[in-house]
């Protein structure tokens, strides 16, 4: 009874809710895991760019951070369940990430920009699953996060250029 509580009326396909609802839970696993290593390099990083690099990290992983209601939210809105615990973002991340002591700033910003870009392979394909399963809203909120992910890969791939 208590799961049934939960359920929101939606007039999508429930294999398909629950499909899009998994790509979504795997999204904000992802979103929590960048957001908390894009924060600790924040903390992190040094170097003669330290005022660059901590300012724009700062304000990238506060978009990150931003968008994670959202995705718990399109989660809920289709009469699904989301991720509720460390754990449960653990279980579901692909973003892996950095224990090290020390990363150098180059290399911060390089991951960063790798796991961008990974974040933007997989919102394309949660679109898909989406658009498959005719969810209008979620498709068109994946493009803003999808736009949100390239620029940041691409900020860092500038900031990280040579000469």
Known sequence: ????????????????????????????????????????????????HFRDYHL???EQAAEIFAATDDIAER??????TTLRSIGDIARHQTITDNDADF???????????DDNLKMVEALREA??????AKD????????????QAERR???????SRKG
């Open 103 to 113: 990363v150098a700033p180059e290399a911060m910003l390089s991951e960063l920009r």
């Open 56 to 58: 724009m990290l700062d």
């Open 153 to 159: 890969a691409w900020f860092l791939f500038e900031a």
């Open 1 to 48: 009874m208590a799961a049934d509580a939960l359920k929101t009326p939606t007039d999508l396909k429930t294999n398909a809710v629950k499909t899009v609802a998994q790509a979504l839970n795997g999204l904000l696993a992802d979103s929590f895991a960048l957001y908390l290593k894009t924060k600790n390099f924040h903390w992190h990083v040094s170097g003669p």
């Open 75 to 80: 989660v809920r809105k289709i009469g699904q």
């Open 127 to 132: 679109k898909d699953l989406a658009d498959a």
């Open 136 to 147: 209008n809203a979620t498709s068109a909120v994946i493009d803003d996060w999808t736009d």
